[in-house]
């Protein structure tokens, strides 16, 4: 059974960080690429880093390029979004996300929240 358990969100103050996981289970952790998308209220979801199988490749949503960084754990089977330089506009659910034989399995996401 494949299962994304994100974790390391919470409240913030402008400026500050916060160190998101995502522990995956389930399948191969090493062959599949991973995804952080947020999705801030009244608002779709959207995709922010992404990483591939081997860690040696990322993107990022031009509005946190600089700020947040996307790493992986093969060993460990988690993924991290280490975000720092956090705005109030950050202010989302993040959820992590790969993609299986072409299907999307998500997790059930964790509240970040950057207010002062």
């Known amino acids: 059974q494949v299962q994304l358990v994100e974790s390391g969100g919470g409240l913030v103050q402008p400026g500050g960080s916060l160190r998101l996981s995502c522990a995956a289970s389930g399948f191969t952790f090493s062959w599949y690429a991973m995804y952080w998308y947020r999705q801030a209220p009244g608002k779709g979801r959207e995709l922010v880093a992404s990483?591939?199988?081997?860690?040696?490749?990322?993107n990022y949503l031009y509005s946190v390029k600089g700020r947040f960084t996307s790493s992986r754990d093969n060993a460990k089977n988690t993924a991290y979004l280490q975000m720092n330089s956090l705005l109030p506009e950050d202010t989302a659910v993040y959820y992590c996300?790969?993609?299986?034989?072409?299907?999307?399995?998500w997790g059930q996401g964790t509240q970040v929240t950057v207010s002062s």
């Open positions: 996300k790969t993609n299986l034989n072409s299907l999307p399995y």
């Open positions: 990483i591939s199988s081997t860690g040696s490749s990322t």
